[in-house]
Structures are given as C-alpha cells and as structure tokens.
C-alpha cells in the first residue's frame, strides 16, 4: 500500500505477486497440509503450480487462477525486465483481481480430497 501512494508501481507489482504466493502457502501451513505446496528441497512451488494447487482444493477459482497469472506476469516483469516500466494503470489493472483472491484465500477452508 505504501509503495503504491509513494507512485512507486515495480515494487508494487512484485509486493502483489509475493502477497498471492504468501497467502497460499501461509492456507496450507495453517491447515496443516504445508507439504502439498513444497519441493523436496523444501523450496515453495512455482506459482503456477501454486495455483494449481490453490485452485484444486478451491482456494481460488478456475477463472481467479487465471486472472491471478496477470499477478504473477506484471510482478515478474517489475522485478526482472529492465525496459518495461511499471504504471498505475497496470498496477490498478490487478489490485482488485489481487483483493478478491486474498480475501477469498483467507475466507475459504481448504477442501482437500478423499485418497
């Protein structure tokens, strides 16, 4: 929020992705099931696979998986690509996709399936 009224849009971006990435891991340590969203090496998934995970005990939707990939997208380019400068209005174009998942992530009890 602070980077966001400072006008300073990459970090913005790449605190978001973090935000989504965080939340879901954070879901599944609460729920006890935190081995679902690591590597062997005990490094996070990748966040596509992350939400994968997320969408498949419905954590997110299907279409806020999606959406929630325009996260990850203009996070990654804040933080990697040297060219592309981050606006408002980018930054806006996925504050609310952003809200709702997080609101949803933090509202939602994690429905594992039956083995």
Request: hydrophobic share 45%.
């Amino acid at each position: 929020a602070e980077c966001y009224r400072r006008d300073m849009f990459e970090p913005c971006a790449v605190m978001l992705r973090k935000a989504i990435q965080n939340a879901i891991v954070l879901r599944f340590e609460t729920e006890g099931v935190v081995d679902q969203v690591l590597l062997a090496n005990g490094d996070v998934l990748p966040l596509p696979k992350l939400l994968d995970k997320a969408q498949e005990v419905r954590l997110i939707s299907s279409q806020q998986r999606k959406e929630l990939i325009r996260v990850k997208w203009l996070g990654d380019t804040a933080a990697h690509s040297y060219s592309n400068a981050i606006t408002k209005e980018d930054v806006d174009g996925i504050l609310l996709i952003a809200r709702l998942s997080l609101e949803r992530i933090f509202a939602i009890r994690i429905r594992l399936r039956e083995p």
